[in-house]
């Protein structure tokens, strides 16, 4: 658990500045959806954070540290993405427990924390298939999984439920909420879905073009838009 600050993030791809001078300040134990049309930096914005981009300007802080040049692995935070990214010839065991192995934990320490994991996402049943024996909603949790064996501060999601079919979303919604209020941890979630955002976040921080167009609770943000930009995409479903 931990706060998050970024302070006049910028970055160019290029000539192109697709961040600019970016300002957002996240709550220990908050979850927060950055929400936005396709191309607006909600991704490059999850990525600076995890230290996967370069940056161009600005800084990044989790807790009480400035990890602007921290390498992502140092950085305290576990990320999640839409294509799960699973190691295909190892076993759903094997995916959970391959990061701990290579950090050195203790062996009773990884089946601890995998016996934890895979109890909190129902996938105990599961534990010796490959990812190719599951479907999309079960790679997905064994994706959470994997952060959540970490013991991370601050999970990272970047449009997790965008491969699953609507009643599979529906589920998965259900349970990372549950999975928040269980664990505390900061949570930054990116989606165009605005259901997704409505019904996830403490907080929806909406972006176009690079920008914070408004950061604000669900409620506040339906009602009170601060432009028509906001009114337009919040209001209207996709
Ligand atoms: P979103 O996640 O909101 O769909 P992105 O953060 O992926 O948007 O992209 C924001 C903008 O930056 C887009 O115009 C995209 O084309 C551009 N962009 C993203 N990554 C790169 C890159 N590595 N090189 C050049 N342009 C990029
Ligand atoms: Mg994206």
Redesign the pocket.
């Known amino acids: 658990m931990a706060n998050v600050s970024i302070r006049e993030l910028a970055i160019d791809?290029?000539s192109?500045s697709?961040l600019k001078s970016l300002n957002l300040e996240i709550q220990s134990g908050e979850f927060i959806v950055l929400l936005?049309?396709?191309?607006?930096?909600?991704?490059?914005?999850?990525?600076a954070i995890a230290g996967l981009?370069d940056i161009s300007g600005g800084q990044v802080w989790i807790g009480d540290r400035n990890v602007t040049w921290e390498e992502p692995k140092d950085r305290g935070i576990g990320m999640v993405f839409q294509s799960y990214a699973l190691y295909p010839t190892m076993t759903v065991e094997g995916n959970l427990s391959f990061g701990l192995r290579i950090a050195g934990m203790p062996k009773d320490e990884i089946a601890e924390r995998v016996n934890r994991a895979v109890q909190i996402l129902q996938i105990d049943p599961l534990r010796k298939r490959r990812p190719g024996e599951l479907s999309g909603g079960q790679r997905q949790r064994v994706a959470i999984g994997r952060a959540l064996v970490r013991d991370v501060d601050v999970f990272l999601f970047?449009?997790p439920l965008s491969n699953l079919d609507a009643k599979l979303r529906t589920e998965l919604r259900v349970e990372l909420k549950r999975l928040h209020a269980g664990l505390g941890s900061t949570m930054i979630y990116?989606t165009?879905d605005q259901i997704e955002a409505l019904t996830l976040a403490d907080r929806i921080a909406v972006?176009s073009g690079?920008v914070i167009q408004q950061f604000a609770a669900p409620k506040e943000i339906y009602r009170r838009p601060v432009n028509r930009f906001v009114a337009g995409f919040v209001g209207s479903p996709s």
């Open positions: 791809f290029g192109v697709v936005g049309p396709s191309g607006c930096g909600k991704s490059t914005l999850l990525n981009t970047d449009e990116v165009h972006m690079g």
